[in-house]
C-alpha cells in the first residue's frame, strides 16, 4: 500500500490519498492522472490494468485501487 | 419542428399530459410515440437511417452478451492450462464482433457526412495530375441528430462489450433511448444504463417540478430567442462583410459569436433540461459555466462537457492504454525522461480526440484547425506546467489572488475566441483573410462603434440583448459562486413572477420575426 500511495503522490502531490474516497467523482484527478498512475502501477506492480477496469468505484481511493491490483495478482 | 414555436409547445404540453395519463409503467411507451412524432416532423426518409443504426448496435449488444456469457461458462468448466487460451479466444470474438457493429453504424454516417468532404480532397490532389472529375458525394443531406445517435450506439455497443452493464432486450426500449427526442438534435451524450434508468422508471406527476421545469425551459427559451437570435444579424453582417471593418469590430463580433452560440446551446441545452425534469427525467448538464474556466483544458470540461466525457471514455482511454500507448510510453521515457514518458500516451490519444472533436464539428479543414488550436494549447499547457510554475514563482504571482484568477480567465476567453476565427469561417481561405485582415486594418475610430454598440443593433431589440446579456453573466458568476439556488430562494415571488412574464412577453414580442425562425447552431452539426 505504501509504494502505490508513493506512486500516486508522485504523480499529484498535492492530494491527501491516505484521506481522499472520492478521487473519480469529485472530480480530483483528471484523464492525464490517471493514465499516469495506471501506467506506473502496471509497471511497477506487474498487472494490466486496461481500459475495461476504468471505474469510478477502482479509482475513488488509493484503497480501492489497491483492491484492484491484489485481485488481480490474484 | 421549430422548437420556439406554438407547434412544440402543444407537443410538449400534450406528451406530458399523456405521459402522466397513462399508468407508469407504460409511460415510456408515451415517449416512443413522442419520440417518432417528433422526428417524423422533420421528414419520414430519414427515420430508416435511426431505425438502422438502432436495429444493428441492439442485435449486435445481444450477440455479445451471449458470447462473453458462453466464454464465461467455458472458463468455469476448462482446467487451468486450457483458461487462458479459452480468455484470449473469447476476447478475440468479442473484440471482432464490437469492431465491426462500430464500423456498419459508422459507415453511413461518414459517407453522408464526410463524403463530400473527402472527396474533395482527393479530387484536388488528383487535379493536380491534371485528373479533372466531378464531386458526385456533395449536398447529401445528414439526417437529423446522426452525429448524436451514431455516438450513442456506438457507446452503448462498447459498454456491453466492457461488461458494464447488460444488453437490454426490448428493442422498443431500446429505440427509446436511441430516438430519445430531447437528446436526439443537440445532446447532451447520455449512457444507456444511466438515462435509461431514468426514461423506465416510475416517475410520480410533482406540481414543484412542474414550476422548476417552465422557469428552466422558459430560461432558455429567452437565451435563444432574446441573446443568441439577436445577435445573430450583427454577427453575421460583420463577418460577412469584413472588409468593410478593421480589427475592433471584427474581434467584438467574435466575441459576440462566444456569448451567441453559449446562449444558443445552452438555451436549447435548459429547455430540454427543463421538460425532462417535469417528467421526472433527469437529463446529464451539459455546461458548467464555461466562461469561467481558467485554462483552455478547464473550457472544454465546462463546454459541452458530455461530448468531452464520450471522447475521454471512448478514444482517450483506449488510445492511451492501448498497447502501442505502453510501447510509446516506454520507448519515450528512455529518451525524453520519467515526465515525458509517462505523458507522451496521453498526448497521442489527445490528438486523436482533437482531430475526431474537430470532425465531428464539421467536414471541414477550418474544423481540423480549430481542433488542433486546442489540442497544442491543451498539450503545452501539461507539457509546460513546470516552466509555467517556475516563471509564476520567479515574476512573484500569487496563483490564488483574485487578479491572477481573472487575468487567466480573461486569457482562456480571448484564446477560445482567436480559435473561432476558424470554426465560424465557411473555409480556411476567409479564416486567413479575416485574420489578416483584422490584423493589418486597426480603426481606432472603431472604438465608438463598440462603445455605442447598442444603438448599432437593431432598434428596440437592444435592450432585451442588453438585459439578457447581462442576466446571463450574472447567473453564471452566481453558479459558479455556488449561491444560485440561494437566490433564487430567497427572491420574493412577486419578483420572480414579473421576470417571469417579462421573458415570456419578450418571447411573444420576438417569436413571430423572421430571425426566431433560425434553428439552433448545433443541430447543424
Request: glycine letters at 6%.
Amino acid at each position: 500500500m505504501d509504494e502505490l500511495l508513493s506512486i500516486m503522490s508522485g504523480i499529484r502531490d498535492d492530494i491527501d490519498f491516505t484521506k481522499e474516497t472520492k478521487l473519480i467523482d469529485d472530480e480530483l484527478l483528471d484523464s492525464f492522472d490517471i493514465i499516469s498512475i495506471v501506467s506506473e502501477v502496471n509497471e511497477h506492480f506487474g498487472v494490466e490494468i486496461n481500459v475495461d477496469d476504468l471505474l469510478p468505484e477502482n479509482f475513488n481511493s488509493a484503497e480501492a485501487l489497491y483492491a484492484l491490483i491484489k485481485k488481480m495478482q490474484g | 419542428m421549430n422548437l420556439v414555436s406554438l407547434h412544440c409547445l402543444v407537443f410538449a404540453a400534450l406528451t406530458i399530459l399523456l405521459y402522466f395519463v397513462i399508468p407508469g409503467k407504460a409511460r415510456w411507451v408515451v415517449l416512443l410515440a413522442a419520440n417518432i412524432y417528433f422526428y417524423l416532423s422533420y421528414g419520414p426518409v430519414y427515420i430508416v437511417f435511426i431505425i438502422l443504426c438502432a436495429l444493428i448496435s441492439y442485435l449486435s449488444a445481444i450477440v455479445l452478451e451471449k458470447k462473453i456469457a458462453q466464454s464465461a461458462q467455458k472458463l468455469k468448466e476448462a482446467s487451468a492450462e486450457e483458461k487462458d487460451a479459452i480468455r484470449r479466444a473469447g476476447l478475440k470474438q468479442k473484440k471482432s464482433i464490437c469492431t465491426i457493429t462500430v464500423l456498419l453504424i459508422l459507415a453511413p454516417w461518414i459517407v453522408i457526412k464526410y463524403g463530400g468532404f473527402i472527396m474533395q480532397n482527393v479530387l484536388s490532389v488528383l487535379s493536380l495530375f491534371k485528373i479533372n472529375m466531378e464531386n458526385t458525394l456533395t449536398g447529401l443531406i445528414l439526417p437529423l441528430g446522426m452525429s448524436f445517435y451514431v455516438f450513442h450506439a456506438i457507446g452503448y455497443v462498447v459498454d456491453v462489450y466492457r461488461g458494464k452493464y447488460p444488453a437490454e432486450k426490448n428493442f422498443f426500449k431500446y429505440f427509446t433511448f436511441v430516438s430519445f427526442f430531447p437528446h436526439i438534435t443537440e445532446g447532451p451524450f447520455s449512457r444507456f444504463n444511466e438515462l435509461g434508468k431514468e426514461i423506465f422508471s416510475e416517475h410520480r406527476f410533482s406540481y414543484d417540478r412542474l414550476c422548476e421545469g417552465c422557469a428552466r425551459i422558459l430560461w432558455g427559451a429567452y437565451k435563444k430567442v432574446a441573446i443568441a437570435d439577436i445577435l445573430a444579424g450583427y454577427i453575421n453582417t460583420t463577418l460577412g462583410n469584413y472588409e468593410d471593418y478593421g480589427f475592433i469590430l471584427i474581434c467584438f463580433a467574435v466575441v459576440l459569436y462566444s456569448f451567441r452560440i453559449y446562449a444558443d446551446f445552452s438555451g436549447y441545452m435548459d429547455m430540454m433540461c427543463g421538460f425532462c425534469h417535469i417528467l421526472g427525467i433527469e437529463l446529464s448538464e451539459n455546461f458548467k459555466q464555461p466562461f469561467m474556466a481558467k485554462t483552455v483544458d478547464e473550457y472544454w470540461r465546462r463546454w459541452h462537457i458530455t461530448l468531452g466525457r464520450w471522447f475521454r471514455d471512448y478514444v482517450f482511454y483506449p488510445v492511451s492504454m492501448s498497447k502501442t500507448g505502453s510501447r510509446l510510453s516506454k520507448w519515450a521515457r528512455g529518451k525524453w525522461g520519467a515526465r515525458t514518458g509517462k505523458l507522451i500516451a496521453g498526448h497521442l490519444a489527445l490528438f486523436f480526440v482533437w482531430t475526431a472533436t474537430g470532425l465531428w464539428h464539421g467536414a471541414n479543414w477550418t474544423f481540423l484547425v480549430w481542433g488542433y488550436l486546442n489540442f497544442i494549447v491543451i498539450l503545452s499547457t501539461t507539457q509546460l506546467e513546470e516552466t509555467y510554475k517556475g516563471i509564476k514563482t520567479k515574476l512573484h504571482i500569487n496563483s490564488d489572488s483574485f487578479i491572477w484568477k481573472a487575468f487567466c480567465v480573461g486569457r482562456t476567453f480571448v484564446l477560445i475566441s482567436i480559435f473561432r476565427f476558424f470554426s465560424l469561417s465557411p473555409d480556411m481561405g476567409t479564416a486567413l483573410s479575416t485574420i489578416a485582415h483584422a490584423f493589418t486594418n486597426f480603426r481606432i475610430k472603431e472604438i465608438n462603434h463598440v462603445i455605442f454598440f447598442f444603438k448599432n443593433i437593431s432598434g428596440e431589440n437592444v435592450i432585451l440583448w442588453d438585459i439578457g446579456i447581462v442576466v446571463l453573466i450574472i447567473v453564471d458568476v452566481l453558479c459558479e459562486k455556488g449561491k444560485w439556488e440561494e437566490a433564487k430562494k430567497k427572491c420574493p415571488a412577486l419578483i420572480r413572477t414579473v421576470i417571469y412574464a417579462l421573458m415570456l412577453l419578450t418571447l411573444i414580442i420576438l417569436a413571430p420575426g423572421e430571425d426566431v425562425a433560425s434553428s439552433f447552431m448545433y443541430a447543424n452539426f
